[in-house]
């Protein structure tokens, strides 16, 4: 008799708790990220010089045909934006395809591609900036040039899943990162031959 009774009581138990109110689903929630204050600092090498952030490090790519290669690495939150720095020797068209077939590498997953471009006449600086947008690999890809000499293409990257919703505070502040950069690159012989500025 006991039996029958506990059984009983605990679908009446099961009943009572399960006439409650129906659950609400709750979106995704990601960690709040707390960015640096922004601040810039001058950045020379032999190829060009540019202002970058306080908070990245310009870290070189230490081999003698690779010396103006630089990371350009944000610690704190695993981005690294890799530049690669090129000497144009008549071979402008294919540094430029190159570069564009390297953003179309990123279309599959890209939900949209925005380009901004880049013209500086007094600086010899010219130039695309692509914001890649979607859960890709690389969310912003630029190429700068003074379509004669100088030839240097950026990637940034980071060293987790790509999640464009969780990583999009960093994303965007990188990109402003990116835009003053090429806004304030000069070409290393234009420095030379003007003095600093």
């Known amino acids: 008799m006991g039996r029958p009774r506990a059984i009983c009581g605990l679908a009446l138990a099961g009943l009572v708790v399960a006439c409650g109110n129906d659950p609400v689903p709750r979106p995704r929630g990601y960690f709040r990220i707390d960015l640096p204050e922004q601040g810039s600092t001058r950045f020379a090498s032999d190829c060009?010089?540019?202002?970058?952030p306080e908070?990245?490090?310009?870290?070189?790519?230490?081999?003698?045909?690779?010396?103006?290669?630089?990371?350009?690495?944000?610690?704190?939150?695993k981005a690294t934006v890799h530049l690669t720095y090129r000497s144009v020797q008549g071979d402008l068209a294919r540094l430029l395809e190159?570069?564009?077939?390297?953003?179309?590498?990123?279309?599959?997953?890209?939900?949209?591609?925005?380009?901004?471009?880049?013209?500086?006449?007094?600086?010899?600086?010219?130039?695309?900036?692509?914001?890649?947008?979607?859960?890709?690999?690389?969310?912003?890809?630029?190429?700068?040039?003074d379509s004669t000499t100088n030839f240097l293409y950026?990637?940034?990257?980071f060293r987790a899943r790509p999640n464009a919703d969780s990583l999009a505070p960093i994303t965007a502040r990188i990109r402003d990162d990116i835009r003053h950069f090429a806004a304030t690159l000069r070409w290393a012989e234009a420095v030379r031959s003007d003095g600093p500025h």
């Open 98 to 145: 190159d570069a564009h077939d390297l953003k179309s590498k990123h279309e599959a997953k890209a939900y949209r591609i925005g380009t901004e471009r880049v013209s500086r006449d007094s600086a010899r600086v010219f130039g695309t900036l692509f914001d890649v947008e979607g859960d890709v690999a690389s969310p912003m890809v630029f190429y700068l040039t």
């Open 154 to 157: 950026g990637a940034l990257y």
């Open 55 to 77: 908070a990245a490090r310009m870290v070189p790519q230490h081999a003698d045909e690779r010396r103006c290669w630089f990371n350009l690495t944000y610690p704190g939150y």
């Open 48 to 52: 060009f010089t540019a202002e970058v």
